[in-house]
């Protein structure tokens, strides 16, 4: 089976899309899956930690965000992937302005029936939370669609 490149987008890639990033990388490997994951923001911003609040949720799913740093996206991470998986709309229409390839979009909030995954960032614990659940919940259908076209 083909190594999956996967970038999943967020807007600072320091609360969404890390854990995001996190969470699929063992959903992949219980199901077997070879993937190269990582993740990036729109907003340009590098060498940022995950947020504290994305940091005690990931370790909440036995998950380690200690060593993340925030990147900003680029053409290059674009074109080389098989999947780009987004957080919400603006994400989406970020992405398409870099890659032409619709087909490579992953609207993560679709698959839980939302208009966006919200974004959690200066917000409490609770609302991490309830964003991870979402992540996770959501991750869970997108991957169900992979492994059962494989």
Known sequence: MKTLRIMFVCSGNICRSPLAAVM???????????KRIISSGTLNINGQPAAQNSQRIATEYNLDLSQHRSQGISKGFVQACDYIVCMSPKHAAHVLKLS????VVVRLWEYVKLDDIHDPVGKDVEE????GAIINEALDAWIETISSNS
Request: contains cysteine; positive net charge.
């Open 128 to 131: 991490f939370r309830k964003c």
């Open 100 to 103: 032409q390839s619709a087909n």
């Open 24 to 34: 699929a990388d063992q959903k992949f490997d219980a199901k077997d899956i070879p």
